[in-house]
Protein backbone atom coordinates (compact mmCIF):
# COMPACT_ATOMS: atom_id res chain seq x y z
CA UNK A 1 0.00 0.00 0.00
CA UNK A 2 0.88 3.24 -0.79
CA UNK A 3 1.32 6.49 1.07
CA UNK A 4 -0.90 8.29 -1.39
CA UNK A 5 -3.65 5.64 -0.41
CA UNK A 6 -3.26 5.36 3.03
CA UNK A 7 -5.56 8.64 4.03
CA UNK A 8 -7.95 7.21 1.90
CA UNK A 9 -8.31 4.28 3.96
CA UNK A 10 -9.18 6.00 6.83
CA UNK A 11 -11.44 7.85 4.87
CA UNK A 12 -13.57 5.06 3.86
CA UNK A 13 -13.27 3.60 7.58
CA UNK A 14 -14.75 6.33 8.92
CA UNK A 15 -17.55 6.22 6.24
CA UNK A 16 -18.13 3.02 7.14
CA UNK A 17 -18.25 3.99 10.58
CA UNK A 18 -20.72 7.14 10.46
CA UNK A 19 -23.46 5.03 7.33
CA UNK A 20 -23.33 1.76 9.82
CA UNK A 21 -24.23 3.72 12.70
CA UNK A 22 -26.82 5.51 10.79
CA UNK A 23 -28.19 2.91 8.97
CA UNK A 24 -27.98 0.20 12.19
CA UNK A 25 -30.09 2.87 14.17
CA UNK A 26 -27.05 2.79 17.04
CA UNK A 27 -27.86 4.70 19.77
CA UNK A 28 -25.77 7.58 20.35
CA UNK A 29 -24.79 6.55 23.93
CA UNK A 30 -23.79 3.11 22.74
CA UNK A 31 -21.56 3.83 19.57
CA UNK A 32 -22.19 7.78 18.58
CA UNK A 33 -21.33 8.36 14.54
CA UNK A 34 -18.20 10.62 13.91
CA UNK A 35 -19.86 13.50 12.65
CA UNK A 36 -21.36 13.92 16.16
CA UNK A 37 -18.02 13.24 17.86
CA UNK A 38 -16.64 16.01 16.10
CA UNK A 39 -19.38 18.25 16.40
CA UNK A 40 -19.55 17.51 20.78
CA UNK A 41 -15.41 18.17 20.67
CA UNK A 42 -16.11 21.37 18.82
CA UNK A 43 -18.84 22.17 21.54
CA UNK A 44 -16.76 21.23 24.54
CA UNK A 45 -12.80 23.07 22.83
CA UNK A 46 -12.19 24.78 25.62
CA UNK A 47 -12.85 22.13 28.31
CA UNK A 48 -11.26 19.60 26.06
CA UNK A 49 -7.90 22.02 25.43
CA UNK A 50 -8.01 22.60 29.22
CA UNK A 51 -7.73 18.59 30.09
CA UNK A 52 -5.61 17.93 27.01
CA UNK A 53 -3.05 20.20 28.59
CA UNK A 54 -3.01 18.76 31.74
CA UNK A 55 -2.67 15.30 31.04
CA UNK A 56 -0.04 16.38 28.58
CA UNK A 57 1.74 18.18 31.26
CA UNK A 58 1.92 15.02 34.10
CA UNK A 59 2.64 12.84 30.67
CA UNK A 60 5.87 15.16 30.11
CA UNK A 61 7.35 15.49 33.38
CA UNK A 62 6.57 11.88 34.35
CA UNK A 63 8.37 10.88 31.20
CA UNK A 64 11.13 12.72 31.96
CA UNK A 65 11.42 11.95 36.09
CA UNK A 66 11.35 8.49 34.47
CA UNK A 67 13.90 8.98 32.07
CA UNK A 68 16.59 10.49 34.64
CA UNK A 69 16.10 7.54 36.45
CA UNK A 70 16.44 4.85 33.93
CA UNK A 71 19.80 6.25 32.42
CA UNK A 72 22.05 5.98 36.21
CA UNK A 73 20.11 2.74 37.02
CA UNK A 74 20.93 0.81 33.24
CA UNK A 75 24.36 1.73 33.73
CA UNK A 76 24.79 0.55 37.46
CA UNK A 77 22.83 -2.78 36.26
CA UNK A 78 25.01 -3.25 33.15
CA UNK A 79 28.37 -3.07 34.79
CA UNK A 80 27.70 -3.75 38.20
CA UNK A 81 27.23 -7.81 38.72
CA UNK A 82 26.00 -7.20 42.41
CA UNK A 83 23.67 -4.71 41.40
CA UNK A 84 22.07 -6.03 38.31
CA UNK A 85 21.76 -9.47 40.64
CA UNK A 86 19.84 -7.16 43.31
CA UNK A 87 18.10 -4.13 41.46
CA UNK A 88 17.19 -6.32 38.52
CA UNK A 89 14.17 -8.83 40.32
CA UNK A 90 13.30 -5.71 42.24
CA UNK A 91 12.89 -3.67 39.38
CA UNK A 92 10.97 -6.93 37.59
CA UNK A 93 8.94 -7.48 40.67
CA UNK A 94 7.60 -3.49 40.72
CA UNK A 95 7.27 -3.58 36.80
CA UNK A 96 4.84 -6.77 37.18
CA UNK A 97 2.55 -5.34 39.24
CA UNK A 98 -0.34 -3.68 37.60
CA UNK A 99 -0.39 -0.01 38.05
CA UNK A 100 -4.08 0.09 38.04
CA UNK A 101 -4.18 -1.84 41.65
CA UNK A 102 -1.08 0.38 42.53
CA UNK A 103 -2.59 3.65 41.57
CA UNK A 104 -5.15 3.95 44.57
CA UNK A 105 -2.08 3.45 47.04
CA UNK A 106 0.11 6.50 45.39
CA UNK A 107 -3.15 8.63 45.50
CA UNK A 108 -3.63 7.30 49.14
CA UNK A 109 0.05 8.12 50.33
CA UNK A 110 0.51 11.57 47.62
CA UNK A 111 -3.37 12.65 47.77
CA UNK A 112 -5.10 14.01 44.78
CA UNK A 113 -2.78 16.92 43.23
CA UNK A 114 -0.45 16.32 40.28
CA UNK A 115 1.98 14.49 42.27
CA UNK A 116 0.44 10.83 42.15
CA UNK A 117 -0.11 11.14 38.48
CA UNK A 118 3.50 12.22 38.04
CA UNK A 119 4.87 9.24 39.75
CA UNK A 120 2.47 6.72 38.20
CA UNK A 121 3.81 8.03 35.03
CA UNK A 122 7.09 7.25 35.95
CA UNK A 123 6.48 4.00 37.18
CA UNK A 124 5.25 2.96 33.70
CA UNK A 125 7.70 4.72 31.51
CA UNK A 126 10.95 3.56 33.20
CA UNK A 127 11.34 0.31 32.57
CA UNK A 128 10.82 0.15 29.18
CA UNK A 129 14.09 2.58 28.48
CA UNK A 130 15.75 0.71 31.38
CA UNK A 131 16.01 -2.38 29.72
CA UNK A 132 16.41 -0.92 26.64
CA UNK A 133 19.59 0.91 27.70
CA UNK A 134 20.98 -2.04 29.38
CA UNK A 135 20.76 -3.86 26.24
CA UNK A 136 22.00 -1.29 24.21
CA UNK A 137 25.25 -0.98 26.51
CA UNK A 138 25.60 -4.95 26.48
CA UNK A 139 25.38 -5.30 22.56
CA UNK A 140 28.80 -3.65 21.77
CA UNK A 141 30.60 -6.41 19.64
CA UNK A 142 33.19 -8.10 21.54
CA UNK A 143 35.93 -7.87 18.77
CA UNK A 144 35.28 -4.14 18.87
CA UNK A 145 36.01 -3.82 22.93
CA UNK A 146 39.23 -6.11 22.64
CA UNK A 147 40.40 -3.32 19.99
CA UNK A 148 40.12 -0.98 22.31
CA UNK A 149 41.46 -2.74 25.07
CA UNK A 150 44.40 -3.35 22.76
CA UNK A 151 44.87 0.29 22.26
CA UNK A 152 45.12 0.92 25.98
CA UNK A 153 41.80 2.82 26.00
CA UNK A 154 40.43 3.93 29.31
CA UNK A 155 37.35 2.65 30.45
CA UNK A 156 35.65 5.91 29.95
CA UNK A 157 37.28 6.64 26.65
CA UNK A 158 35.18 2.84 25.99
CA UNK A 159 31.90 3.92 27.37
CA UNK A 160 31.61 7.39 25.92
CA UNK A 161 32.86 6.06 21.83
CA UNK A 162 31.80 3.33 21.84
CA UNK A 163 28.90 1.76 24.44
CA UNK A 164 27.30 5.06 24.14
CA UNK A 165 26.76 5.25 20.02
CA UNK A 166 25.65 1.22 20.27
CA UNK A 167 23.08 2.15 23.02
CA UNK A 168 21.61 5.15 21.55
CA UNK A 169 18.82 3.45 19.26
CA UNK A 170 18.37 1.22 21.83
CA UNK A 171 17.54 4.40 24.17
CA UNK A 172 15.40 5.61 21.24
CA UNK A 173 13.44 2.71 20.98
CA UNK A 174 12.44 2.32 25.08
CA UNK A 175 11.72 5.60 24.61
CA UNK A 176 9.11 5.36 22.08
CA UNK A 177 7.47 2.35 24.14
CA UNK A 178 8.18 4.31 27.27
CA UNK A 179 5.73 7.27 25.70
CA UNK A 180 2.78 5.69 24.55
CA UNK A 181 2.77 4.29 28.39
CA UNK A 182 3.52 7.24 29.94
CA UNK A 183 0.14 8.67 28.31
CA UNK A 184 -1.91 5.33 29.69
CA UNK A 185 0.02 5.86 32.99
CA UNK A 186 -1.62 9.42 33.28
CA UNK A 187 -5.07 8.19 32.43
CA UNK A 188 -4.69 5.80 35.08
CA UNK A 189 -3.99 7.88 37.85
CA UNK A 190 -6.53 10.45 36.14
CA UNK A 191 -9.41 7.65 36.51
CA UNK A 192 -8.36 6.70 40.03
CA UNK A 193 -8.67 10.21 41.36
CA UNK A 194 -8.57 13.49 39.91
CA UNK A 195 -10.44 16.47 39.29
CA UNK A 196 -9.12 17.06 35.32
CA UNK A 197 -7.57 15.68 32.92
CA UNK A 198 -8.69 13.90 29.57
CA UNK A 199 -9.32 10.71 31.99
CA UNK A 200 -11.10 12.35 34.23
CA UNK A 201 -12.88 13.86 31.43
CA UNK A 202 -13.67 10.18 29.93
CA UNK A 203 -14.66 8.71 33.09
CA UNK A 204 -17.44 11.56 34.19
CA UNK A 205 -18.75 11.84 30.36
CA UNK A 206 -19.30 7.92 30.69
CA UNK A 207 -21.09 7.65 33.80
CA UNK A 208 -23.39 10.78 32.43
CA UNK A 209 -23.87 9.00 29.11
CA UNK A 210 -21.72 11.64 26.76
CA UNK A 211 -20.54 9.23 24.63
CA UNK A 212 -19.34 11.39 21.91
CA UNK A 213 -18.10 13.09 24.60
CA UNK A 214 -15.96 10.37 25.71
CA UNK A 215 -14.80 9.23 22.36
CA UNK A 216 -13.66 12.37 21.85
CA UNK A 217 -11.38 12.85 24.63
CA UNK A 218 -10.23 9.36 23.73
CA UNK A 219 -9.22 10.37 20.10
CA UNK A 220 -7.37 13.10 21.77
CA UNK A 221 -5.49 10.75 23.75
CA UNK A 222 -4.24 8.83 20.54
CA UNK A 223 -3.24 11.85 18.98
CA UNK A 224 -1.39 12.63 22.11
CA UNK A 225 0.53 9.66 22.36
CA UNK A 226 1.36 9.68 17.95
CA UNK A 227 2.88 13.10 18.10
CA UNK A 228 4.33 11.99 21.27
CA UNK A 229 5.95 9.21 19.30
CA UNK A 230 6.48 11.07 16.39
CA UNK A 231 8.59 13.90 18.13
CA UNK A 232 10.88 11.08 19.54
CA UNK A 233 11.19 9.10 15.97
CA UNK A 234 11.99 13.14 14.45
CA UNK A 235 14.75 13.34 17.25
CA UNK A 236 16.45 10.25 16.71
CA UNK A 237 16.42 10.58 13.05
CA UNK A 238 18.70 13.86 13.46
CA UNK A 239 20.96 12.39 16.73
CA UNK A 240 21.89 8.74 15.64
CA UNK A 241 22.36 9.92 11.94
CA UNK A 242 25.24 6.25 11.80
CA UNK A 243 22.27 3.65 12.78
CA UNK A 244 19.26 4.98 10.49
Given at each position: ?12 L ?14 T ?31 V ?33 L ?33 P???N ?26 F????V ?12 I ?53 I ?13
Amino acid sequence: MSRATTPLVYVVLVLLWETSVRYLHVPTWILPPPSLIVTTAMNWAPDLAYNSWITIEETVIGFILGLILSLPLAIAIAFTVVLRRILYPILLALQSVPKVALAPLVILWLGIGTAPKIVIVVLVSFFPILVNVVAGLEAVPRPMLDLMHSLKAPEPVIFRRLRVPFAMPYLFTGCKIAITFAVIGAVIGEFVAAQEGLGYTILISTAQSLTPLAFAAIFLLTIISIVFFYIIEFVERRLVTWHL
